[in-house]
């Protein structure tokens, strides 16, 4: 099938006075206090977020960017058309920017609209390597006034650390949160079929965010006022970044009259909206009236209700937007599954209640993409994949080391059908392409990156019309990081062997990355300690028990996980004064997310163990282990924060002991 872009045109097309215009980043360190803490951060030209770059469609781009770091770094023109050499992906078609050393970007703008950049190396992205790009039409941007806001995320923890965090327990954050699920939660709204529905299918609660955040932060403040000599009634036009790591923005007012005007950077026909939920990476255009008296905030409110930014439209004493209320945590799988096309940014403007929020089949991009004989367009199935026990990201169960690359061939028609199987919203990023979301709806908008929101399928196509090597991912910066990944490649391309070579060496792939856990707990009459380290597939465990600090005994095991509930196990557990015992077997979750061990001991012995946990309130857990050898463990534990708890325990080898649980 040919896919016929006629917005294509646009894009192409120079303008008629163009220019070089030229740019100096440096990449660097500086300390930045955002939330009352000063703590290390990396910054572009030493501001958060960086610098805003500005071109008119035509000129040619040339931007000089010093890394000034210890460290390897990189800049990408996020929804900016580059060749491929010119993306910022290391090792993709290009080296990283080592330490002291400066790469010349240089690349034609071919499409105007709101854009933005940001390091695609490690974590920097986080720690505040980003900023705002704005292409302007070859007629100008006229008189109207408009301004740049770039949405953040901010922690005052290292990246590094909130990932380890995260690989050691997916909800480790849930208590800073106050978003703990538990029993007492269900309970208290009625819902305990809720419970046992999302125990029997092993699938835990409702996941909206990862990471407890410091600060939500508009161009590096809580709180910044725009537009203050704009007179009531004027429209003036917001180009909002969503540069947060993981954070999806609701964009809500206090009475402001909004258009969306544009989205992830191209014109769309406007649309009234009360509501815009803002994903990772997208980029929107608001026009929006100024209040005839006072001014009025527009509030970005982190989806899970943890915080906010504020931007104070107008002049005057401000009219503050009502609070959002917080998702319900505890609602039914089946309120969250959205498996029609388009899922939640498809439907809610079905919702004729209440306010108005921006769905993507509201959105007709002006340039809009034509068909002929759509139906033969290749379909590539992606299931969304993943594990917040183990806080493993994937596609169709496979990390970005262990898959193939997708190969496509220049010219084709490739559709993309993702299928999120996860809790989680996922803003999937397409890089060197515009691909059209399939809505059923008029035109669909075209777009480089998009939300796939919890248990719902989506379905985007684009054309084939570059070269070499791309990179697909998740734009959850810590999903990405932890093998949400792809490479598209153009089947006539072989791939780089200096590239290929040096990528070995790189550690920008972290889901071949060890990480460790380790548990203390000292009880009056017990002392056990248990650890592990682990990547995306293999996993060591330890665990080792001092009896009446007397009478020792310990186990080692391995794990090799076949899939999300599967894993094969060798072990050997050792009792003071006894031969070893050696085992073979596997692990798997059961219904009710009980692990299930089952062996075979070097003696011909079969064996079976159960293991599990229950949440019963937010700060009170309950855990027990059974052997069929007799062996048994019950625990109740108090936690006061992350890393530190009271317990009670009982075992068939004590009696019952009380102390404290510590963990690394």
Not at 58 to 73: H, K, Y
Not at 581 to 596: A, F, K, N, V, W
Request: proline letters at 4%; one cysteine or more; hydrophobic letters at 40%.
């Amino acid at each position: 099938m040919q896919y016929l872009l006629f917005w294509a045109l646009a894009l192409f097309t120079g303008a008629t006075t163009a220019a070089t215009v030229e740019y100096d980043l440096h990449i660097g360190y500086g300390t930045l206090n955002k939330s009352g803490k000063p703590v290390q951060a990396m910054l572009v030209n030493d501001s958060y977020p960086g610098p805003v770059l500005r071109f008119t469609e035509g000129d040619t781009a040339r931007i000089r960017v010093t890394n000034n770091l210890d460290v390897d770094s990189s800049i990408h023109w996020h929804g900016l058309l580059v060749p491929p050499a010119q993306d910022g992906v290391p090792y993709m078609s290009s080296l990283p920017i080592g330490p002291g050393e400066t790469f010349e970007y240089e690349f034609a703008l071919k499409h105007a609209g709101t854009y933005w950049y940001h390091s695609h190396t490690d974590l920097q992205e986080q720690s505040g390597v980003h900023g705002g790009i704005v292409v302007a039409p070859p007629q100008g941007l006229g008189d109207q006034p408009e301004a740049v806001v770039v949405l953040q995320d901010w922690t005052d923890e290292d990246p590094h650390q909130v990932l380890h965090n995260l690989k050691k327990d997916g909800h480790y954050y849930a208590l800073k949160k106050d978003s703990v699920i538990s029993i007492a939660g269900y309970l208290e709204r009625g819902a305990m079929r809720n419970w046992w529905d999302s125990r029997w299918q092993r699938m835990g609660g409702m996941d909206v965010a990862d990471v407890a955040y410091d600060a939500f932060l508009v161009n590096g403040e809580p709180e910044i006022r725009l537009f203050e000599t704009a007179q009531p009634g004027e429209r003036v036009r917001l180009r909002l970044v969503n540069a947060g790591a993981s954070t999806y923005f609701l964009l809500h007012s206090a009475g402001l009259q909004t258009r969306v005007v544009a989205a992830d950077g191209l014109d769309v026909d406007p649309v009234a909206v009360d509501e815009v939920l803002h994903a990772v990476a997208e980029t929107y255009d608001l026009e929006i009236t100024i209040p005839d008296n006072g001014a009025a905030e527009l509030r970005a409110t982190a989806q899970d209700g943890s915080g906010y930014a504020s931007i104070i439209v107008g002049s005057g004493q401000a009219r503050y937007a009502t609070p959002m209320t917080p998702p319900d945590l505890y609602a039914s799988h089946a309120d969250h599954d959205m498996s029609s096309m388009g899922g939640e940014h498809a439907h809610h403007h079905m919702h004729h209640s209440g306010p108005r929020r921006l769905a993507y089949s509201d959105l007709e991009t002006l340039e809009a993409a034509r068909y002929a004989g759509g139906a033969d367009a290749r379909t590539v199935e992606l299931r969304l994949t993943g594990n917040m026990e183990t806080y493993n990201w994937s596609f169709n169960d496979l990390p970005l080391s262990r898959a193939d690359k997708i190969l496509v061939e220049r010219g084709e028609t490739v559709r993309f059908r993702f299928v999120n199987e996860t809790m989680m919203h996922h803003p999937l990023h397409l890089h060197g392409h515009f691909f059209r979301v399939i809505t059923g709806e008029g035109r669909g908008p075209m777009k480089h990156t998009v939300d796939v929101p919890p248990m719902a399928t989506v379905e985007i196509e684009f054309l084939a019309n570059e070269e070499k090597d791309w990179f697909f991912h998740c734009h959850n910066l810590y999903h990405a990081k932890t093998g949400m990944a792809r490479v598209i490649r153009y089947n006539d391309y072989q791939g780089a062997p200096a590239l290929m070579a040096a990528k070995k060496n790189s550690p920008d792939i972290r889901d071949t990355d060890f990480y460790y856990a380790l548990k203390l707990e000292l009880l009056n009459n017990l002392g056990m300690a248990e650890g592990w380290t682990a990547n995306a597939r293999h996993r060591f465990e330890f665990e080792a028990q001092s009896l009446d600090w007397e009478d020792e005994r310990g186990e080692l095991a391995y794990l090799y996980r076949f899939n999300r509930w599967t894993q094969g196990l060798a072990g050997v557990e050792k009792d003071a004064g006894e031969d070893p015992e050696y085992r073979l077997g596997l692990r798997y979750m059961l219904p009710m997310m009980i692990d299930m061990d089952v062996y075979l001991t070097d003696e011909g012995h079969a064996g079976v163990a159960f293991d599990t946990h229950f949440q019963l309130t937010k700060r009170v857990q309950a855990h027990w282990e059974w052997e069929s050898e007799g062996n048994y463990h019950l625990g109740v534990e108090y936690r006061f924060n992350e890393r530190i708890s009271a317990e009670a325990a009982y075992t068939d080898t004590v009696d019952a002991s009380v102390g404290v649980k510590l963990r690394f």
